[in-house]
């Protein structure tokens, strides 16, 4: 059963922007902590951004004043406004739901001109 499906992910310039979306399934998506994070070819995993139910938010500082994580919890989903991209934002953008534990499959991000 899928539960977490991310999308808005594309080839862009440095320089330009991008929204991540991801549309969340079950139950009691407003209490859950929500996160975006990513992973690029032969790094780690890294948090790039979270947010509470309520809408408190936490920003890795590499991408602090370029990307603002926001939720509509009428609709299941996070969002992941970026911009300024620069190419080494370029990753795979994974959602996760820190409550249940579930990961999305992921959407690239290339970062290039």
């Known amino acids: 059963q899928v539960r977490l499906v991310e999308s808005g992910g594309g080839l862009v310039q440095p320089g330009g922007s991008l929204r991540l979306s991801c549309a969340a399934s079950?139950?009691?998506?407003?209490?859950?902590?929500m996160g975006w994070y990513r992973q690029a070819p032969g790094k780690q995993r890294e948090m790039v951004a979270t947010i509470t139910g309520s809408g408190g938010t936490n920003y890795a500082d590499f991408v602090k004043g370029r990307f603002t994580i926001s939720r509509d919890n009428a609709k299941n989903t996070v969002y992941l406004q970026m911009n300024s991209l620069k190419p080494e934002d370029t990753a795979v953008y994974y959602c996760?739901?820190?409550?249940?534990?579930?990961w999305g499959l992921g959407t690239q991000v290339t970062v290039s001109s």
């Open positions: 996760n739901n820190w409550r249940t534990g579930d």
């Open positions: 079950g139950r009691a998506f407003s209490i859950s902590i």
